[in-house]
């Protein structure tokens, strides 16, 4: 039991796994919530490429198993678009391993249907095609459809929802919202059952914050990404952590709950500067 409750799944952050004993506990539910541009959605990308890099080595240590599988699930971007912008911004080496490693679900077919967006700007085949496929789709349901790939998911797996952000803002009103929550809170509890972690991407301030409470209420880990300003018209990014079950008490010990962050294309995203909150 004691060797279980010491296993970590690292994220591949190399700066910010040592000071999480070696990464998160399997079967957490983490939000990343971020402002525009302030490293949530890098944290996401070097955490995955370089837990790609990690499994195709086979390397990690003891007490620090890695996934048995990435999954990657978007609602409105194409894989292809994912793929090159990590490589654009990082290296672009591993694009191929990227591919063969991540497992891309797009859901933006379902996503779009119910929009006014039309059809052949997100739909492939011919104008029949895409018309008959969206009339089959017309009485599917995006939380559903989800849940059905998770359900899919092999055990021991990191789960990508990117992003939360396209799924909340139309939902805010009446019993979706509660259905919505009832889902994140599944999501949270089949976690648990399946050894899954979840990275769940947000953009802040979209929301009203009572709604971005809520969502982060059904969540393990709430990872907050800033900006900050540090003088001579200069900003910073900083990444706190908010709430962090079963790991909170440790980080508040050794006063690590702030941190000054950078991104670069040789080593993506980085903890720098360990801040002492006051």
């Known amino acids: 039991m004691h060797d279980r409750l010491r296993l970590r799944m690292p994220t591949g952050i190399a700066s910010l ?9 399997p079967g957490s539910a983490v939000l990343l919530l971020g402002e525009h541009g302030a490293g949530n959605f890098e944290f996401v990308q070097t ?25 990657y699930v978007t609602l409105t971007r194409m894989r292809e678009d994912i ?6 911004s990082f290296n672009p080496d591993p694009y191929d391993e990227l591919r063969e490693e991540i497992v891309f679900h797009d859901l933006s077919e ?34 559903a459809e989800l849940a059905r790939v998770i359900g899919g998911c092999p055990e021991n797996s990191l789960i990508v929802m990117d992003s939360l952000t396209e799924i909340a803002p139309s939902l805010t009103g009446g019993p979706r919202w509660h259905a919505f929550i009832a889902f994140l809170r599944g999501l ?74 950078s991104v670069s294309a040789a080593s993506g995203f980085e903890v720098r500067n360990i801040r002492v909150v006051i």
């Not at 995955?48 to 990435?70: C, Q, V, W, Y």
């Not at 793929?83 to 654009?88: A, F, N, P, Q, T």
């Not at 249907?113 to 104008?127: F, R």
């Open 110 to 143: 379902l996503y779009f249907d119910a929009s006014i967006v039309p059809p052949d700007w997100y739909g492939e085949g011919s104008a029949i095609e895409r018309l008959q496929k969206k009339q089959r789709r017309e009485s599917g349901d995006l939380l």
């Open 47 to 71: 955490s995955i490429m370089h837990l790609s890099t990690l499994k195709r080595n086979g390397t990690a240590g003891e007490n620090l198993p890695l996934p048995d599988g990435i999954v």
């Open 17 to 25: 796994d040592p000071l999480l004993d070696g990464g998160v506990p």
């Open 188 to 261: 949270q509890r089949v976690a648990k059952r399946r050894n899954i972690t979840v990275y769940l991407l947000l953009t802040s301030g979209i929301l009203d914050r009572s709604r971005e409470l809520e969502i982060a209420d059904c969540v393990d880990a709430t990872l907050l990404f800033r900006w900050e300003e540090t003088g001579a018209q200069r900003r910073q990014r900083v990444m706190y952590f908010e709430k962090f079950r079963g790991v909170m008490p440790r980080l508040e010990e050794k006063d690590l709950v702030k941190f000054a962050v």
């Open 83 to 88: 793929l090159k912008e990590m490589s654009l």
